[in-house]
């Protein structure tokens, strides 16, 4: 009968060793192995087991790898650089987008005239509905990309704007900008262009409204995400003390 493989760990293998130079009687060797044990190193199981044994310890520090516990995938170091980068671009992009929405040029109503050629003063809804729909486009890009975040204030702070989004869905759908399921906006132009351009105005324009509320939302995922890079920087590099700052030198440093 082999022992199980799995019965061993660091504190097994070296007891194991450590009755080599006991006597012992019985069921056991004179030098402190019993007859099982004795019969598994015989065989070769023994050697099987202990590549195993430092299989297994290589594989839990692979790459300096770590755990999201929020979703159990493994991100790698170059992962969450790339997505941290990702994420602080995005939000970038969605507060500049806010930050057209806010710009007085943009609410400025134009001279247009009717098939009958008569002039009036109002809203260009085609520049409106353009800016709003860059809007969406790049929260949308936010939202994707932070939901593959490690870092768990991206991932807060993420969850804290499509919280805040999902409060403010009827206001939205008041004017043609729906929330799915996978907290992503969709809208309807059309409709965006018929509705009430005041209210639209109050909506992204204003202070206080939805869309600056997402902008500061937005700014603070930038600077997470600006955050996060910052201490990733930081691995795969020596510390003032020669230890190996790498997260799986943690190992390496314990025997040297």
Known sequence: MHMSINAYNASTISALFA???????????????????????KNGSYSKLM??????Q???????ATANKNTGKVHSIDKQKNNATVNRDNA????????????YSLWSK??????????TKEYDTDKIAKAVSSFVKDYNSLVSSTADSSSRYVLNSASNMVNYTRANADLLKKIGISVGSDNKLTVDEDKLKTSDMAVIKSVFKDSGSFGQTISAKASTIYGNAVSQLSELSTKNSYTSNGLYSYSSGYTYNQYT
């Open 92 to 103: 970038a992009s969605l507060v500049d987008s806010a930050s057209e929405l806010k710009k």
């Open 58 to 64: 290589a594989s839990e520090s692979t790459n300096g």
């Open 19 to 41: 009755g080599l130079n006991n006597s012992s009687s019985g069921t056991s060797l004179s030098y402190g192995i019993d007859f099982t044990t004795y019969n598994s190193i």
């Open 51 to 56: 590549r195993k044994y430092y299989s297994n």
């Open 110 to 119: 134009v001279d247009k005239t009717d098939k009958d050629g008569n002039t």
